[in-house]
C-alpha cells in the first residue's frame, strides 16, 4: 500500500542480531536453529516482508520464505524444522511482546519519551511533519512522528498519535487517533501482559471523521481508511482494519480487529463487525446489524447475525404475523 519508517514513530532501545535472539526471548525459548547471523531491524508482519526482521508464525497459513535475513519465531514444531533461520519457542504471545519491548521503545512503555511546543495550547511534537496549511484547534495532543497533510482540520481536544493523515483530512472534536489497540492474551491478562502495538495509522485524503472517534493503530503494519470516506460520530475502528474508499459508516458502529472492507461501502448506525473477516465492495449494513461472516460484493444485509436484507424482512413479517396469530387464540384462556 505503501511504505512508512517505523522509526520515525518508535525510537530504538536496544540492537540485537539473530545469533542474540536469547538476549530477547530468554526461557521461552525452546530450540533454535539459526544459519545466518543478522542485525533484526524489525517485526514483520507473513502479509508485509522485510529483510532483517523477525516474522512470527502460529498458524498453518501457507508460507513459503527461506532468506538469510529473515528469523521465523514459531511455537509449532513443524515449522521450525521447515525453515533455516528459526526459533521455536513456548509461548508465542509472550515471545512477541519480549522482542518488541527489547527492539522498540513504544507509547506502552516507561521509557517512552516526546519533545512538544505549545501552540494555542495544544501540544505540538517537534518529530511530527505538519503542513504549514493545517488548522489546529485547542488542547490536541499531536506526537512523534504524526505527518498532517495539506488543508487538513484537526478540532478541539483531538489525539493523534503513531498516524499519517493525508491531505483534506478533517478531524472533529474529541477523537483519538493512533491509540493502542486492545493486544490481550487470555492466558496472560493484566495491563503488563498488554500485547504491544508497532504499527500505524494511515487516513487517506478527503476523509472525514466525527466526534469521539478512536481510531487503534496496527500490531504491525498499518490500519487503513480509504480515501473519500466518511466516519460518523462515536464510531470505534480497531487494529488492523483496512476500509476501502468512499466508505459511509453512521454512528456508533464497531469494527474488531483486522477486518478487511472493500470499496463503497454503506454502514448504518449502531452496527458490528466481527474480527478476522473480510467485506467485499458496494456492501449494505443496516443499522443495528451484527455481521459475523465474510460478505461478498454487492451485498446487502440486516439482523443478527447478519443475513440478506430481504431474507430478514421476511422473517420479520413471519415473526409478526405469529404473534397476532398467538394474541388472538390466546384470549380467555387460563393457566
Given at each position: 500500500?505503501?511504505?512508512?519508517?517505523?522509526?520515525?514513530?518508535?525510537?530504538?532501545?536496544?540492537?540485537?542480531?539473530?545469533?542474540?535472539?536469547?538476549?530477547?526471548?530468554?526461557?521461552?525459548?525452546?530450540?533454535?536453529?539459526?544459519?545466518?547471523?543478522?542485525?533484526?531491524?524489525?517485526?514483520?508482519?507473513?502479509?508485509?516482508?522485510?529483510?532483517?526482521?523477525?516474522?512470527?508464525?502460529?498458524?498453518?497459513?501457507?508460507?513459503?520464505?527461506?532468506?538469510?535475513?529473515?528469523?521465523?519465531?514459531t511455537d509449532n514444531k513443524v515449522f521450525y524444522t521447515k525453515y533455516k533461520n528459526c526459533v521455536l519457542v513456548n509461548?508465542?504471545?509472550?515471545?512477541?511482546?519480549?522482542?518488541?519491548?527489547?527492539?522498540?521503545?513504544?507509547?506502552?512503555?516507561?521509557?517512552?519519551?516526546?519533545?512538544?511546543?505549545?501552540?494555542?495550547?495544544?501540544?505540538?511534537?517537534?518529530?511530527?511533519?505538519?503542513?504549514?496549511?493545517?488548522?489546529?484547534?485547542?488542547?490536541?495532543?499531536?506526537?512523534?512522528?504524526?505527518?498532517?497533510?495539506?488543508?487538513?482540520?484537526?478540532?478541539?481536544?483531538?489525539?493523534?498519535?503513531?498516524?499519517?493523515?493525508?491531505?483534506?483530512?478533517?478531524?472533529?472534536?474529541?477523537?483519538?487517533?493512533?491509540?493502542?489497540?486492545?493486544?490481550?492474551?487470555?492466558?496472560?491478562?493484566?495491563?503488563?501482559?498488554?500485547?504491544?502495538?508497532?504499527?500505524?495509522?494511515?487516513?487517506?485524503?478527503?476523509?472525514?471523521?466525527?466526534?469521539?472517534?478512536?481510531?487503534?493503530?496496527?500490531?504491525?503494519?498499518?490500519?487503513?481508511?480509504?480515501?473519500?470516506?466518511?466516519?460518523?460520530?462515536?464510531?470505534?475502528?480497531?487494529?488492523?482494519?483496512?476500509?476501502?474508499?468512499?466508505?459511509?459508516?453512521?454512528?456508533?458502529?464497531?469494527?474488531?480487529?483486522?477486518?478487511?472492507?472493500?470499496?463503497?461501502?454503506?454502514?448504518?448506525?449502531?452496527?458490528?463487525?466481527?474480527?478476522?473477516i473480510t467485506i467485499g465492495n458496494d456492501v449494505l449494513v443496516a443499522g443495528?446489524?451484527?455481521?459475523?461472516?465474510?460478505?461478498?460484493?454487492?451485498?446487502?444485509?440486516?439482523?443478527?447475525?447478519?443475513?440478506?436484507?430481504?431474507?430478514?424482512?421476511?422473517?420479520?413479517?413471519?415473526?409478526?404475523?405469529?404473534?397476532?396469530?398467538?394474541?388472538?387464540?390466546?384470549?380467555?384462556?387460563?393457566?
Amino acid at each position: 500500500m505503501f511504505s512508512y519508517d517505523k522509526y520515525d514513530f518508535y525510537q530504538l532501545n536496544n540492537k540485537i542480531f539473530s545469533i542474540d535472539i536469547k538476549l530477547a526471548l530468554n526461557e521461552l525459548i525452546i530450540e533454535k536453529n539459526i544459519h545466518s547471523n543478522f542485525e533484526i531491524k524489525n517485526i514483520s508482519s507473513i502479509d508485509n516482508i522485510n529483510l532483517n526482521s523477525a516474522v512470527f508464525i502460529n498458524s498453518d497459513k501457507n508460507f513459503k520464505l527461506n532468506e538469510d535475513k529473515i528469523l521465523i519465531i514459531t511455537d509449532n514444531k513443524v515449522f521450525y524444522t521447515k525453515y533455516k533461520n528459526c526459533v521455536l519457542v513456548n509461548d508465542i504471545n509472550r515471545s512477541f511482546k519480549a522482542l518488541a519491548d527489547y527492539i522498540y521503545i513504544h507509547d506502552d512503555s516507561l521509557k517512552y519519551n516526546d519533545e512538544f511546543n505549545l501552540i494555542n495550547n495544544s501540544s505540538i511534537s517537534k518529530f511530527a511533519k505538519i503542513d504549514p496549511s493545517v488548522k489546529i484547534g485547542r488542547n490536541c495532543l499531536i506526537g512523534r512522528g504524526v505527518s498532517i497533510g495539506k488543508n487538513s482540520i484537526v478540532k478541539n481536544n483531538v489525539v493523534i498519535k503513531n498516524s499519517i493523515l493525508s491531505e483534506n483530512v478533517i478531524v472533529s472534536d474529541n477523537s483519538t487517533i493512533g491509540c493502542t489497540g486492545f493486544g490481550f492474551d487470555l492466558k496472560n491478562m493484566g495491563s503488563v501482559n498488554l500485547s504491544p502495538h508497532i504499527g500505524i495509522v494511515y487516513i487517506d485524503e478527503n476523509v472525514s471523521i466525527g466526534s469521539n472517534c478512536s481510531i487503534d493503530k496496527a500490531k504491525i503494519d498499518v490500519t487503513y481508511i480509504g480515501k473519500n470516506s466518511m466516519i460518523d460520530n462515536l464510531v470505534h475502528i480497531a487494529h488492523n482494519v483496512i476500509i476501502g474508499d468512499n466508505a459511509c459508516i453512521a454512528a456508533q458502529t464497531g469494527i474488531a480487529g483486522s477486518v478487511k472492507i472493500g470499496n463503497n461501502l454503506i454502514c448504518g448506525g449502531q452496527s458490528a463487525f466481527a474480527g478476522h473477516i473480510t467485506i467485499g465492495n458496494d456492501v449494505l449494513v443496516a443499522g443495528k446489524s451484527g455481521v459475523t461472516k465474510n460478505l461478498k460484493d454487492k451485498s446487502s444485509v440486516a439482523g443478527f447475525p447478519a443475513t440478506d436484507i430481504n431474507k430478514w424482512k421476511k422473517s420479520i413479517i413471519l415473526s409478526r404475523k405469529k404473534n397476532a396469530w398467538y394474541k388472538r387464540n390466546s384470549k380467555g384462556t387460563t393457566s
